[in-house]
């Protein structure tokens, strides 16, 4: 495995010099996050090698670089976090990652948008805790069409109830895309899913032809046959925690698994949580930092 320490921002850019759309997909938003990086980095590493024929501009870039070579989530404040437009307005530089964040933004502005035909973006993640691949999409523009091209399960909503994220960003920007949580932080599994997505919005965003590759990459049959239908949920709780609150998730719960109604799922201060749901869990929550107990979703 290649060395991550001390990487350039920007991992590669291809481009065939025809005219098409931006593809501009960011990884390692959070530092602990490398996934995203190494399949971008196998991705041009086969584009510079077979050259395939692409429309438009297909660029990746890491996001966190401080935080990435220094093997941590953050320096000082979550990256996903801070696209504020406070913070963007007033060009606050007060930390690691506004630092960062106006780096990302500067490559991006290089790249001149009257230049491409559309943009699109995927933010690249993982989780904490095993889950199966899914994309986070915030409903606006064409951003949910668009996440429909990808065989994984979509959750809308998400990315709606937290502020200063990246792909709230970038979707502000008028940028159509999603975030990316490929699964867990170091399963092999999620470098796969996110190689295997990448791959396919090269297909759908810059018409890609696999058979103008070697091989059609092993990363992209994965994705397609190695996971579930897709499935489309919508947030119907958001189980939230206070301060204080001691909060015990029962064992076991994985995301998108079915709850019942009556079923134990937590305690709270001594107190039994019990579903008044029949519907799925999201975002357990197991590490003992967190404002989220857990979120209900429900299949759309
Ligand atoms: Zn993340």
């Not at 980095?41 to 990435?68: D, R, Y």
Request: proline letters at 3%; hydrophobic letters at 35%.
């Amino acid at each position: 495995m290649k060395d991550l320490n001390d990487k350039e921002r920007v991992i590669g850019t291809y481009t065939s010099n025809k005219k098409g759309p931006l593809l501009f997909i960011t990884a390692a938003v959070h530092g602990n996050e490398p996934s995203g990086v190494r399949a971008l980095e196998k991705i041009f590493k086969t584009l510079n090698t077979e050259q395939p024929l692409i429309e438009g501009t297909f660029v990746g870039i890491i996001a966190n670089k401080t935080a990435l070579n220094n093997k941590v989530r953050y320096i000082d404040e979550d990256l996903n976090r801070t696209w504020t437009s406070h913070n963007i307005q007033n060009n606050v530089t007060d930390s690691t990652e506004k630092k960062e964040m106006f780096e990302v933004i500067r490559i991006l502005e290089t790249l001149n948008e009257k230049e491409h035909t559309n943009r699109y973006f995927i933010d690249c993640h993982t989780t904490s805790s095993d889950s199966l691949p899914y994309i986070s999409v915030q409903e606006v523009g064409d951003n949910d069409t668009w996440a429909h091209q990808f065989p994984i399960h979509i959750i809308r909503g998400f990315s709606d109830i937290v502020q200063g994220t990246t792909d709230g960003y970038l979707s502000s920007k008028g940028l159509t895309g999603f975030t990316l949580e490929a699964g867990q932080h170091n399963s092999v599994e999620s470098e796969a899913h996110h190689e295997g997505i990448i791959w396919i919005a090269l297909e759908k965003a810059c018409n890609l032809n696999f058979d103008d590759l070697l091989d059609t990459p092993d990363a992209v049959l994965k994705t397609r046959k190695g996971t579930p239908p897709q499935k489309t949920f919508k947030i119907l709780h958001r189980f939230g925690l206070k301060e204080d609150d001691d909060f015990k998730m029962q064992e076991g719960f994985e995301n998108f698994q079915p709850i019942k109604k009556g079923e134990h799922l937590a305690n709270l201060n001594g107190k039994n949580i019990n579903s008044v749901w029949d519907a799925c869990i999201f975002m357990p929550l197991y590490q003992s930092q967190g404002n989220d107990g857990f979120f209900v979703i429900e299949e759309v």
